[in-house]
């Protein structure tokens, strides 16, 4: 097999995109598989959209007929793309953002590039796949659907609880929500907490992990909603699997994802999930747990109903993270070498 080079631009602990890639390339790693992960080294003064087209000129350049590039970034020589950041056109629309910003004409000409030149291209959901062939008129064999993979980690959840108590406190019959993202916008914490808002009948506390730039807006926003003293902005962390082992319910009403890797951690982690049908990972969920859009309100009524019905929410967890466990890193791991396999032979 050739050797594969891994193309992505940006290097981070926090990004899905890059925790995926890092848990892919560990995997490859124990096979004894040869790969080199090759990040973005263009200064980040220059424009965003200058940096992604320098970008592409650099990874382009440099590729050899001797390494098979898989990228996981829009670029135009691309072998195999894997479409984990879905389909920048649609995007656009879902989050109706100005044309004037030259990032998304750049974005867009090259995702078009990148989708006609691959020899394959892994979506991540069948939604993914179904947008690629509408959107750019692809051949529906090129597109091969690779669900993501995670590790199948434990966590001391007496630990993590105990740990967790001593820095957020809260009551031990409190019910305990959960949201992991970062980009708030388009990931739907300001749904979250209107969620929230409605529901009567039970102590709760939440908890919302993840980076924001406008982080007090959000805690503005959850003051007038009268949610003062419920919800905790934690901020990015480290141990964001503590998080998970402690809440019960893991409620995610982005507006537009591809396949989160969150729902999969928290259903593994056993969380009862409810996220939107713009979510790739919607489609591993029970069709009652997945909300129309971001601002359907009859999940309201599905989460207070188990507030009054400890059984079916446990069972919820059970049948979750059961789930879960059909969705490991080295599944994922054995997919994507069939396609690489299908590419190189």
């Known amino acids: 097999m050739k050797p594969i080079t891994f193309i992505r631009a940006n290097k981070t602990k926090h990004g899905g995109a890059e925790v995926y890639l890092s848990r892919l390339s560990e995997a490859l790693r124990e096979k004894g598989i040869t790969h080199r992960v090759v990040h973005s080294r263009i200064p980040k003064w220059l424009p965003s959209w200058v940096r992604v087209l320098r970008f592409n000129a650099d990874v382009c350049r440099q590729k050899s007929d001797d390494e098979l590039y898989f990228s996981l970034e829009r670029i135009s020589c691309a072998d195999i793309y894997r479409a984990g950041d879905g389909v920048h056109r649609v995007f656009v629309d879902v989050e109706q953002k100005s044309m004037l910003n030259p990032l998304h004409t750049v974005y867009m000409m090259l995702e078009k590039r990148c989708f006609n030149n691959a020899k394959r291209i892994i ?30 980690e434990t966590v001391d959840r007496e630990a993590a609880k105990e740990r ?44 919302v992990v993840g980076k924001e730039k406008r982080m007090d807006e959000y805690r ?53 999930v409810f996220t939107t049908r713009q979510n790739g990972a919607s489609e591993i969920l029970d069709k009652a747990c997945i909300m129309e859009n971001p601002n359907d309100t009859a999940v309201v009524k599905k989460i207070e109903a188990l507030f009054t019905n ?8 059970a049948d979750n993270k059961a789930q879960a466990g059909c969705f490991s890193i080295e599944k994922n791991v054995e997919e994507t070498l069939r396609v690489i396999n299908e590419v190189v032979r």
């Open 123 to 152: 979506a991540n959901s069948k939604m993914i796949k179904r947008q690629i062939i509408e959107t750019y008129d692809i051949d529906a064999q090129k597109v091969a659907v690779v669900y993501n993979g995670i590790k199948l």
């Open 164 to 207: 967790l108590m001593q820095e957020f406190m809260w009551e031990e019959n409190d019910m305990l929500f959960l949201y992991v993202g970062s980009g708030f916008k388009r990931k739907g914490v300001r749904e979250f907490l209107q969620i929230l808002s409605k529901l009567k009948g039970k102590r709760f506390r939440a908890f």
């Open 220 to 272: 503005a926003l959850a003051k007038a909603l009268g949610l003062s003293g419920k919800v905790y902005f934690t901020g990015a962390r480290d141990d964001v699997k503590d998080f998970y082992a402690i809440s019960d319910i893991f409620l995610f009403p982005t507006h537009y994802e591809p396949f989160s890797n969150v729902v999969l951690e928290a259903m593994w982690f056993e969380n009862a």
């Open 310 to 317: 400890p059984e079916k929410l446990a069972k919820m967890k």
